[in-house]
């Protein structure tokens, strides 16, 4: 089976792996030690490629007179909550007009699934730019912690009427260090402090067991 995402190393080899490795049944992740081949990830390099990927997947099955055996995961992009990006929903449009199966997460990206427990074994200094920014993450309700922008932090005197709105209220200092962000390479903490994780901190982080519906879409298609 083959997993088409955005980015096969970030979205595959670290956030999915890591929950799957989690939250994955011990059948299947007995499968993907045995037969690593059984799970294949692809992408051809960001959201925008991917209508075209999954065309081919699915245009090829079909030639070939086989099962279509693709499953599409992406993030929603929204930068506030409900929103979903118009390449997401053409993602979405073409897994349905080809019959993939595609998950959705509903937070902005995967970085904003990364649980308290990762941040804090992270332990970078408190009073550095990072510091500053993940104590302000954690101050952040459900809304504004699930679509800020985790890698590039928030300019929030740039941003549309929309995200101000959101964000409104939050102390000058933690806004300060809100913009900074946590940098390009954050989704690597989650591989790294792997042993932080657990179904309870990521289920936590979830909220609405989204993680859990993408494992199961996984499992049932194996």
């Known amino acids: 089976m083959t997993i088409l995402m955005e980015n096969r190393f970030t979205d595959g080899e670290i956030f999915l792996n890591e929950v799957l490795n989690v939250l994955g049944h011990d059948k299947m992740n007995e499968q993907r030690v045995v037969a690593p081949d059984s799970i294949c990830y692809d992408s051809q390099g960001g959201i925008g490629e ?32 409900g929103e979903i990006k118009p390449n997401v929903r053409l993602v979405q449009q073409t897994c349905e007009d080809k019959g993939v199966i595609c998950w959705t997460l509903l937070k902005r990206t995967i970085e904003n699934y990364i649980p308290d427990e990762v941040l804090d074994a992270w332990k970078p200094y408190p009073d550095s730019d990072k510091g500053r920014c993940i104590a302000a993450i954690k101050k952040l309700n459900e809304g504004q912690r699930n ?13 549309n009427p929309s995200v101000q709105a959101l964000y409104r209220g939050i102390r ?27 179904v309870e901190a990521l289920q936590r982080r979830d909220g609405k067991r989204e993680l859990d519906g993408l494992v199961k ?5 194996l």
């Open 50 to 81: 991917l209508p075209k990927l999954v065309s081919d997947y699915a245009d090829r099955a079909y030639t070939e007179g086989i099962p279509i055996r693709v499953v599409v995961f992406t993030d929603s992009d929204g930068e506030i909550p």
């Open 147 to 159: 679509h800020y922008p985790m890698k590039k932090g928030l300019k929030i005197a740039r941003a």
């Open 172 to 198: 000058d200092e933690d806004m300060v260090a809100l913009s900074n962000g946590l940098g390009k390479d954050v989704i690597k903490k989650f591989q790294e402090f792997r042993d932080s994780l657990s």
């Open 217 to 221: 879409i996984i499992a049932d298609a």
